[in-house]
């Protein structure tokens, strides 16, 4: 349940950047930079599925926390961007 919940939250967070775009009028193309980091979430529920253990789920762990740190930074760099076009 909790892995799925995951996968939503992830599944979520990729389609408001998209949504963001096609719906307002302000969105820019640049936010898209965050959507490079979309291998990751895949990676890190495959990783989840595979371990079931505390022990074992440890670098999947790190590996959420470096999705989450990447994607962050890429959709923050893709917002910097647009700001700089945009002459604010």
Not at 41 to 65: L, S, Y
Request: glycine share 6%; proline share 7%.
């Amino acid at each position: 349940a909790s892995l799925t919940f995951m996968a939503i939250m992830y599944f979520i967070a990729y389609a408001f950047i998209v949504l963001t775009i096609i719906i307002k009028p302000g969105g820019s193309l640049f936010y898209l930079l965050a959507l490079l980091s979309f291998p990751m979430p895949v990676k890190v529920i495959r990783r989840f599925k595979k371990n079931d253990t505390p022990p074992t789920m440890m670098p999947a762990m790190a590996a959420a926390g470096k999705t989450n740190t990447f994607f962050g930074l890429l959709y923050a760099l893709g917002i910097y961007i647009s700001a700089l076009f945009a002459g604010i």
